[in-house]
Each structure stands twice: as structure tokens, then as C-alpha cells.
């Protein structure tokens, strides 16, 4: 079996790397990073005008129908770029909701307008600090009224509407359904939350009766956003390793470049294990993203293992490229004149979107015992 992308999605990543090589250089992320933006527009333009954001999108709903794997190359490249775009929080969330679970009516209300980038959408899920359950859900929703507060909410603060997880058990019962927020109407509040990369922004968002259209069954909510929540670890994967490919560029050239004692600091035994120790990290990790990917665009029922086993080693092989990228560089490395802290800042934001790495590897050993016991039942 070939797990490797084939000759036309090769030049689709090469399409989107010299795009983003043009449109979304270093200084694009730091002025998003320094400043009150919440996206570079021209950016997120652009990626709606090259058709990126409707990669997988079907073409009746407005998108480029091509599919999962090209989607995951796209990732890629986004990851290798930082590009300071709400790319993840409407395309890997927002659209899968909606081609997972919405009516045909919702699907061609708002997957055109996400294929274009005319509208941006983002999944308020968590209420605070800590792993995300059915019994930790708080906000409420009843007779198409929605309250209770999501913090952090990715691109919380520029988004056009969120798919929302809300309880519909009532008091001391607890049923996850989904429902969509216009995030302009009334009853809803939006407030700006720090975090360690500022070059994409969270907020905190409370809602006070607004107005909620459910989204797929009631009570069905919980099976829908683990499905999807696994589709999107598998394209986040794909931005991690993008990310650790280009920390360890960044360290191999630097390696090269700098003299001490003499010679290039590349040829001292420290640095070659260095590089050694990232070069393997991250190979592993694409790897199993390739697993992942296989998974994804085929419907595999292997996603919810390969999705998770991508998860894990991505966020692990961009936090372990990052940090040692920093080591590379030395004393410079921890300027704010190098690029350096750009990618280790991007590599621990995503490393807790979606969920905490600790939470992905106790999913990972739950759905391998699970595997297991099957087979044993067989």
C-alpha cells in the first residue's frame, strides 16, 4: 500500500508553499502578532481566492471538491508559514460540523460562505481550564435560547458564527447537543483572551439567550464532535509537522551558517545529535500523520486510533523541533530579533487545541484497549 500523496497533490502543496512563501512571510505574522488585527485579511483572502478554503468542500455547496488529502497538504503549508489566518478554526472545525451533521438547507446557507472566506466560523466547546467532558458542560440551551460562557474560543473575537456545544438534559441531566450562534446577534458578548501566541486570537464569549439553531440530533451532540474532533487533530497534525519541518530547516541552516572556534558549529558532535534527534521526531510524526490522512479521506474505521497516534506524535515532534531550534541558535535564539520564538510559541498553542496533549494520549490507550478487546472477542 502507498501512504505517499500522489503527483497532483505534490503540486498542490508546491502551489500553496510559493503562495504562502509570497503572501505570508515573517513579517505578516509578527505585524498580526504585535498588533490589534485579529487575521491578516489579505491572507485570508487569498487562500478563498486560490481555493484552499473550499479544498474539501463539495463542489454543489461552492467548494473545489477535491478533498481530505488535499486539505491535508494545505495544513501543511500553513503550519510551515504560521499563517495568521482563522483557516483552522472554519475549515477544520466550522465546515466538518456542518458536512457532518447539518441539513441541506444549513450546508448551502453557510459552506459557500465558508468557501469563499466571506464569512468566518469557529467551535465554542471549552468553559475554562481543563479536559472538556459531557458532565463539564455548563451552558445551556432550551426553546432555541442559548446561555452560559466558552472560554477560549478560537477566533472568538472575529468570527461571524460558532457551532456550540450546549447541555439540553436540563438540571442534573446531562445531553450534549449542537447548535449554530450568529456571533453578531443579540445576547452575545465577546472579550479578548491572552494567550501564549497572539498571532492567532481566542476570546471569551457569553451568551445571554441568543438566538441557536440546532445542528444535527438533539442529544446526539457529543458523538458528533468527537468524530469531528478527530478530523480536525488529523489536519492540525498536518500544521504541526509543517511547523517542526521548518524549526528544523531553520536549525540545519543556521548549524551551517555559524563559525565558532573556527569551524561551522554543525560539525560539533552536541549540534549533529541535535539535529539527529529533530530530523527523527518529526519524521515519525509525518509518518503517522500519513496514517491519519489515510484514515480521514477514506472513512477508515481506524480514524478515531490514527487520528489520536497523529495527534500525539505531531504535537510532540513541533514542541521537541521548536524548543531545540532555540537551542541551536543559542543566545540568539531567545531574541526577539530571531524567528525562533515564533514557531515554539505556535508549537504550544496548538499543542492544546483540540485538547491537551495528556488528553490525546489517554485516548490513544483507551481506543488501542478498545482495538484490542475487539480483536480478542473475535
Not at 478563498?48 to 467548494?63: H, K, R
Amino acid at each position: 500500500m502507498n501512504f505517499d500523496f500522489s503527483d497532483e497533490q505534490k503540486q498542490l502543496r508546491d502551489s500553496a508553499r510559493r503562495f504562502l512563501e509570497k503572501q505570508s512571510p515573517v513579517a505578516v505574522v509578527r505585524r498580526v502578532l504585535e498588533g490589534d488585527e485579529g487575521y491578516d485579511k489579505e491572507l485570508w483572502k487569498g487562500l478563498a481566492e486560490m481555493g484552499f478554503t473550499g479544498a474539501a468542500i463539495p463542489e454543489e455547496f461552492g467548494g473545489a471538491g477535491l478533498g481530505h488529502l488535499e486539505l491535508c497538504v494545505i495544513a501543511e503549508e500553513l503550519g510551515r508559514s504560521l499563517a495568521p489566518t482563522p483557516f483552522s478554526s472554519s475549515i477544520y472545525l466550522a465546515a466538518e460540523f456542518l458536512m457532518a451533521a447539518g441539513s441541506e438547507e444549513q450546508k448551502a446557507k453557510y459552506l459557500p460562505k465558508l468557501a469563499s472566506g466571506e464569512w468566518i466560523g469557529t467551535f465554542a466547546f471549552a468553559e475554562g481550564v481543563g479536559e472538556v467532558t459531557p458532565d463539564r458542560i455548563a451552558s445551556g440551551a432550551s426553546q432555541g435560547k442559548l446561555s452560559g460562557t466558552k472560554v477560549p474560543v478560537p477566533d472568538g473575537e472575529i468570527a461571524d458564527f460558532a457551532v456550540v456545544a450546549a447541555n439540553t438534559g436540563g438540571s442534573g441531566v446531562r445531553s450534549v447537543s449542537l447548535f449554530l450562534v450568529d456571533l453578531s446577534g443579540a445576547g452575545v458578548t465577546r472579550t479578548p483572551v491572552k494567550t501564549i501566541d497572539p498571532s492567532r486570537k481566542h476570546a471569551r464569549i457569553a451568551f445571554d439567550g441568543a438566538a441557536a439553531e440546532p445542528l444535527g440530533a438533539a442529544g446526539e451532540g457529543w458523538s458528533i464532535l468527537t468524530n469531528v474532533l478527530d478530523r480536525a487533530a488529523v489536519l492540525t497534525a498536518f500544521e504541526q509537522v509543517g511547523g517542526s519541518d521548518r524549526a528544523l530547516e531553520m536549525a540545519r541552516d543556521y548549524a551551517l551558517e555559524r563559525i565558532a572556534f573556527g569551524r561551522q558549529i554543525g560539525s560539533f558532535q552536541a549540534i549533529k545529535h541535535i539535529l539527529a534527534d529533530m530530523y527523527v521526531s518529526a519524521t515519525l510524526a509525518r509518518s503517522n500523520c500519513y496514517w491519519g490522512a489515510y484514515a480521514l479521506s477514506t472513512g477508515s474505521a481506524e480514524l478515531p486510533e490514527a487520528a489520536a497516534t497523529a495527534r500525539v506524535s505531531a504535537t510532540q515532534a513541533f514542541q521537541h523541533c521548536s524548543t531545540n531550534n532555540i537551542q541551536v541558535h543559542g543566545g540568539m535564539g531567545f531574541t526577539w530579533q530571531f524567528d525562533c520564538h515564533l514557531y515554539y510559541k505556535r508549537s504550544n498553542l496548538l499543542a492544546l487545541n483540540l485538547g491537551s496533549l495528556s488528553q490525546w494520549e489517554n485516548k490513544l490507550i483507551e481506543r488501542m484497549r478498545a482495538g484490542n478487546s475487539a480483536k480478542d472477542a473475535a
